[in-house]
């Protein structure tokens, strides 16, 4: 059993930003790789970027724009997403997801581990 939890997110003002974390416990941690996704009200969930556990390569989604940067340490179980140049259209419920290759492109099947979510919400 893994265990996820999400931190960090809250109200900010457009063009603020916002670093969100996640850490995890429970069995021996080692993904292949972790990613975030979120959802906002009446839309599907979304891609947004994704690291390998081992090396620390990441991978975004083009919508982006370069504006988000994750991060893992191994040493912590953790991942975060650092945020910046936040725009509404950015508000949504932030997940994290630790599972197998395909989180590197949003691909998530039944062995991805979810976390609950935090909510970013971003005011114009």
């Known amino acids: 059993q893994v265990w996820l939890v999400e931190s960090g997110g809250g109200l900010v003002q457009a063009g603020a930003s916002l670093t969100l974390s996640c850490a995890a416990s429970?069995?021996?941690?080692?993904?292949?790789?972790m990613a975030w996704f979120r959802q906002a009200p009446g839309k599907e969930r979304e891609f947004v970027a994704a690291?390998?556990?081992?090396?620390?390569?990441?991978w975004y989604a083009d919508s982006i724009e370069g504006r988000f940067t994750v991060s893992r340490d191994n040493a912590k179980n953790t991942m975060s997403l650092q945020m910046s140049d936040l725009r509404p259209e950015d508000t949504a419920v932030y997940y994290c997801?630790?599972?197998?290759?395909?989180?590197?492109?949003?691909?998530?099947?039944?062995?991805?581990?979810w976390g609950q979510g935090t909510q970013v919400t971003v005011s114009s």
């Open positions: 690291i390998s556990w081992a090396s620390g390569k990441p």
């Open positions: 429970g069995r021996t941690f080692s993904p292949y790789a």
């Open positions: 997801a630790a599972g197998a290759s395909g989180l590197r492109t949003g691909v998530t099947s039944r062995g991805t581990d």
